[in-house]
């Protein structure tokens, strides 16, 4: 017995031994680790349920699609699959296969592009065994999307054919002769390459030339597709195939241009837009174009002298063309004839003079009108045909250009929206103001039934009811488009449907809704917590759906779509809910019921995130991803109970190989006394009985997203949460909340009370704490180093450093006025320049500079579209003139969050740098101690350590 006491005494020690080596051997985080770490998505579930397809793909280089059939309990992976899709009868997968990276990669090296890169190959798997037909060079491919038994996919251009020397020129002379002759004149722009259409089934394949443009219709009954013009003989057009007769039919040939093809639903009617005008004309003048199968004879339904055709207007070829669910009418999109302006000859290009006029008068100014003119050339305006009774209606004008159908655009009235006359507000008011009116779509009347709604008025379903939340009045309303009553349907409930949480200086928005009921009979809204069946009539009275089971339990209950083609949710609907629990950040997934009173039932629910709720087309089987801040959002798979739950992937393993850390929700009071909450992001194996030093990282609020994960990147702008960690820093993420006029003051008041509150509990090193953020966190980063000196380092990216100046500037990325997010929006001045001067100046830490102790690295790039690069500058100059130890880093032709992959990379190994620097005494990089000088720039980048120890004593002096 001792013998075996002392065997299993031994084994256990061996064990402790093992695990305690094994967490030793764990490694931090590197940057060298982010392009292996791995990403999933593309998930699909085949609509019998029995299979299911994922990409998962490393941050660069070759991803690989897995289709897992989930009868068998098998795994198919392919590599490089992109653009999956099942056939509608679950038989076949079709996708794309990409290109090796490093096949592109080498081509580009050798400075190789276009036809001369490698392109997408074809995939077609016929799930029963998993065999696969590959097709190579295909730049797309489309599936019906209800009918099963064709595939289409149209080919890259073909590679050119290598040329044999002639041997006997006297021959080759001749023949060129020859072919001049009878050889039609080439169109060297055209674009039109193979179209191949495939029966899935059969393999049987029928092949069409010079195609730019195709769609099925969705049963699959037809395929409609344009040609390109190849030469004299070969002209454009548009055609026909029918897949039950097997018939090519030639719709309508001759003309230059042929757009937008669109099929009604039983894919027997065909519209599109074309012209004889060239390329080269000053305007170019388009017909609507309609074709059938029974008359197999085009028409031409609209064009300039069309009658209801605007005098002066025309038909537009940016327009959607779209054909109601009956098939009975047509919409489409016309505009105002432009001016046309005569070239003129006399002037050479560079005389004519360049310049923007700003008026007072303009309803938009220049940089919104400019970031806007190529919408402005394409903008179309809402139009409608009747089949049947041959008849013309324009629907949207230039006061009302905004126009809304019902979902089967069946409906007799349509809704118009217009903020044509506040557009000279845009910039300074909002929400913007709207009117909308009703258009009677039979009589061609329209009426104008609400003035200055802070609200976006839509139409419900069938078309019975415009319903909008209403900021002014925080009230739900619904109006008949029969008889006009307009019905408040929630002011008499004693809940907000505003969000109360919401603190800035303007009328706050509300909680969004979930849908409508069958036949227009409720509308689904929600309060902060749970869902009520509202009668738009006002007739019923209004009903907690949830049974106020959200509220009770500190949830936010909403409902999960799933059916991505669902219009109304039916009467007799069981609902699922994600449920998540504002307090512990708990989530999961409830039941309920449209029909019949019960308390929400709980199916599945942990300390995780769930998201991305999918449910097979025919069958119940769900996929979702689920995870936490240690595990990747992982795929897995249930039926509707959620009894079963089986995990399909596990994308990232090598994570077990490393330190990750762990994360806890905190808790503390404001220096106002109101509670926040906070995150806590811990490292590996933390010892309380230790100091570490700590990041604190913000931006509003972030505690909600206690179980999101959080994969190792490089960074766009901010740290990456998990690389610091797993580097034995803390990082502490706090929630702020606002009083609207001192925003900075907020900040102070929240963060440093919640840094106080860690700190106390012995394991901060308060002489190592570092702040960063970016934009608006950027901005209270440099509104805070004025005013404390608790930090050893801060990073401000893009941070606002003189409201003064920002408040009169642009956002250059829309070209909007910034002075809506000074008064009403973000910085929550709550008035103008001229109402609140003081409260501009004291929120701007450029007038403070001089208080300033924090070395500071600031990023800002010189194409920021939101916040305007000279605010950086402005900080810099000062803080430089101060001789205040200051950075920054400007990636050249970037916006606000860095795009390119190299540049985040690069300032993940400064943030890195930097912060080891100043909070562990790591040597200082050659860029914080001697600069990069602009005549090595691209040639040295700094990035070596200087090691001398009295370069990194001066520094953190």
């Known amino acids: 017995m001792k013998k075996l006491l002392l065997v299993a005494a031994l084994c256990g020690t061996g064990l402790l031994q093992a695990q305690a080596q094994q967490q030793t051997a764990k490694k931090p985080l590197s940057h060298e680790v982010y392009d292996s770490w ?14 299911v397809l994922y990409n998962i793909d490393p941050q660069e280089g070759d991803g690989e699609l897995y289709i897992r059939s989930m009868v068998r309990n098998a795994t198919a992976k392919y590599s490089r699959g992109a653009k999956a899709s099942f056939s509608n009868d679950s038989k076949f997968a079709v996708f794309q296969i990409k290109p090796e990276h490093q096949k592109v990669r080498a081509l580009k090296l050798k400075k190789k592009k276009g036809d001369d890169l490698p392109k997408d190959s074809l995939a077609i798997v016929k799930l029963a065994d998993m065999s696969v037909v590959k097709v190579p060079r295909v730049q797309s491919y489309k599936l019906p999307k209800e009918g099963s038994d064709w595939l289409a996919y149209q080919l890259e251009k073909p590679l050119p054919e290598k040329k044999e020397a002639p041997k006997d020129t006297a021959a080759v002379g001749e023949q060129k002769a020859e072919s001049k002759k009878s050889t039609p004149k080439k169109n060297k722009d055209a674009k039109g390459t193979e179209l191949v259409l495939r ?131 047509l919409f489409f999109g016309t505009f105002p004839r432009p001016v046309r302006y005569e070239k003129d000859t006399t002037q050479l290009e560079e005389d004519k003079v360049s310049l923007d006029i700003w008026t007072y008068k303009d309803p938009l100014i220049q940089p919104m009108q400019l970031k806007q003119n190529d919408r402005e050339l394409k903008r ?27 979902a089967y655009k069946t409906g007799s009235v349509a809704l118009g929206v217009s903020d044509e006359k506040y557009k000279i507000t845009i910039g300074y008011d909002t929400p913007t103001r709207k009117d909308a009116y009703l258009i009677d779509l039979k009589k061609g009347t329209t009426k104008q039934f609400l003035s200055e709604s802070r609200g976006n008025p839509r139409l419900s379903p069938m078309g019975k009811y415009v319903y909008w939340y209403e900021p002014m009045d925080s009230s739900w309303h619904a109006m008949s488009t029969k008889n006009g009553v307009n019905v408040n349907l929630t002011k008499k409930l004693n809940v907000p449907f505003y969000d109360v949480e919401f603190d800035m200086p303007m009328l706050p928005d509300d909680y969004g809704f979930a849908g409508w009921v069958e036949d227009d009979s409720y509308l689904l809204v929600y309060d902060q917590h749970d869902i009520w069946k509202l ?73 995780h995130a769930y998201t991305s709720l999918s449910k097979a087309k025919n069958d119940n089987l769900v996929t979702f991803r689920r ?32 330190k990750w850390g762990t994360v806890e929700l905190v808790e ?44 190792p990147a490089p960074s766009a702008s901010v740290i990456n949460i998990p690389l610091f960690v797993s580097n034995d820093y803390l990082v502490f993420v706090p929630d702020i909340v606002y009083k609207d006029g001192y925003p900075g003051e907020s900040a102070m008041d929240c963060i440093i009370p919640g840094v106080q ?64 997010q000074y008064e009403r929006t973000q910085s929550r001045i709550g008035g103008t320049l001229w109402e609140k001067p003081m409260q501009f100046i004291e929120n701007s830490p450029l007038f ?75 040597p200082a990089p050659k860029w914080m101690e001697q600069g990069v000088p602009s005549v090595v720039k691209g040639k040295d980048y700094g990035l070596e350590l200087v090691t001398e120890p009295e370069v990194a004593g001066e520094l953190q002096e």
Request: hydrophobic content about 35%; overall charge neutral; charged content about 25%.
């Open 535 to 607: 009668d738009p009539s006002g007739k019923k009275a209004a009903v907690n759906l949830t049974d106020k089971y959200g509220r009770q339990n500190s949830l936010r209950l909403r409902y999960e779509k799933l059916d991505p083609e669902q219009k109304f949710i039916p009467a007799d609907a069981a609902l699922y809910l994600s449920g998540f629990n504002i307090r512990t950040k708990a989530d999961g997934y409830y039941k309920d019921y449209v029909g019949k009173e019960a308390k929400p039932e709980k199916l599945i629910g942990s300390d």
């Open 38 to 51: 791995k990403g999933l998505s593309g998930d699909r579930i085949s609509n019998n349920g029995q299979y």
């Open 668 to 711: 503390w009071k404001s220096t106002d006394g109101i509670p926040l909450q906070g995150l806590l992001y811990k490292p590996e194996n933390f010892d309380a009985s230790k100091k570490y030093p700590m990041m604190v990282y913000f931006y509003e609020r972030s505690s909600d997203g206690l179980h999101n994960h959080r994969v």
């Open 627 to 658: 995870g936490d801040f240690r595990n990747y959002n992982d795929l897995y798979t249930s039926d509707l109970s959620f009894a079963n739950v089986q995990r399909l992937t596990d994308a990232n393993p090598q994570a077990a190989a490393y």
């Open 848 to 922: 403070f500079a001089d208080r300033v102790q924090t070395p500071l690295l600031i990023m800002h790039n010189d194409q920021d579209g939101a916040v305007p690069w000279y605010q950086g500058i402005e900080y810099f100059m000062a803080l430089r003139r101060l001789q205040k130890p200051v950075w920054m880093l400007v990636y050249n032709g970037e916006d606000h969050n860095l795009m390119q992959r190299k540049n985040r990379k690069d300032l993940s190994v400064r943030m890195s740098q930097y912060f080891d620097h100043f909070l562990k005494g790591a």
């Open 199 to 329: 029966n899935l089934n059969t393999g049987q394949e029928h092949r069409f030339s010079r195609v730019v443009d195709y769609i099925f219709s969705e049963q699959g009954n037809m395929l409609y597709f344009v040609k390109d013009e190849l030469d004299s003989l070969h002209h454009a057009g548009v055609f026909a195939f029918s897949t039950s007769d097997l018939k090519e039919m030639p719709i309508d040939t001759g003309l230059v241009t042929y757009k937008g093809i669109s099929a009604d639903k039983s894919g027997n009617q065909l519209a599109y837009v074309a012209t004889a005008d060239t390329a080269e004309a000053d305007i170019r003048y388009f017909g609507l174009n309609y074709w059938n199968t029974k008359t197999r004879k085009k028409q031409v339904l609209a064009d300039t002298v069309a009658k209801g055709m605007p005098q002066d207007w025309m038909v537009s070829e940016h327009g959607n063309l779209v054909f109601s669910e009956d098939g009975k009418r």
């Open 757 to 820: 509150m860690l700190v106390q509990q012995g394991f901060v090193d308060d002489k190592n704490m570092a702040l960063q953020g970016q934009s608006w966190g950027g901005y209270q980063i440099a509104y805070m180093v004025t005013r404390t000196n608790l930090f050893k380092a801060a990073m401000a990216g893009a941070p606002v450093s003189n409201m003064t100046s920002a408040y009169g500037g642009i956002r250059w990325g829309t070209g909007l006025s910034r002075q809506f």
């Open 380 to 406: 179309s305006f809402l139009a409608m045909y009747d089949v049947k009774a041959g008849k013309m209606q324009q629907l949207a004008t230039l006061e009302m250009p905004d126009v809304y159908l019902d």
